[in-house]
């Protein structure tokens, strides 16, 4: 593969789409309208079918499902094959918006880490698709209002800020529930 970025061709082909004065670059519209998709299927999935059930059921507790019955190493398996064909399409789609590389799916991966967080957690898949969306329009805002360099900086800031949030109501006077518990 080498050091050099090789540039790809987008999926639709053609000039840039106008909605009043908003202008729209068709591979995005490409790229929302399959994680739309994606995200549809991957509820239908998770809530209908009985291999997404236990699949959730392994990851909550591998005791408890691997006592109904349930694979457990089988339902690894599955995860990681099905986390392969989702990276692997969102390399496919990703990569004629930006410069495909070695390692262009680490902060790509970080980003989407980050909105789920932002976007409640990692139990909640509509939460993560709704979160980072959010990360992507601020990170748009910011590229527009403040200089291109600290574009990357308002994804980790808002991780930040999002887990000491989360972890307010769990402090009481500078200590850990837990460890003020643990020593009583």
């Known amino acids: 593969w080498?050091?050099?970025?090789?540039?790809l061709p987008a999926l639709w082909e053609g000039g840039?789409?106008?909605l009043g004065s908003i202008v729209f670059q068709r591979q995005y519209l490409f790229v929302?309208?399959?994680a739309a998709f994606f995200a549809v299927i991957f509820w239908l999935f998770f809530t209908r079918t009985l291999w997404g059930k236990a699949l959730?059921?392994?990851?909550?507790n591998p005791v408890g499902a691997?006592?109904?019955?349930?694979?457990?190493?089988?339902?690894g398996g599955l995860a990681f094959t099905i986390s392969a064909l989702l990276a692997a399409m969102g390399g496919i789609l990703a990569a004629p918006l930006t410069l495909a590389t070695y390692d262009m799916g680490f902060m790509l991966g970080l980003k989407g880490f980050v909105g789920a967080i932002i976007g409640g957690g990692l139990v909640s898949l509509p939460g993560a698709v709704v979160?980072?969306?959010?990360l992507g329009l601020l990170e748009s805002l910011a590229a527009g209002l403040l200089p291109s360099g600290y574009r990357d900086a308002v994804a980790f800031s808002l991780l930040i800020l999002v887990l000491i949030w989360r972890a307010l109501p769990h402090?009481?006077?500078g200590v850990l529930l837990r460890e003020e518990a643990a020593s009583e």
């Open 2 to 7: 080498g050091i050099r970025s090789y540039a």
């Open 171 to 173: 402090i009481r006077r």
């Open 56 to 60: 959730r059921a392994s990851a909550v």
């Open 66 to 75: 691997r006592l109904v019955g349930i694979p457990v190493l089988g339902m």
């Open 32 to 34: 929302l309208g399959a």
């Open 16 to 18: 840039p789409l106008h």
């Open 131 to 134: 979160g980072s969306l959010a």
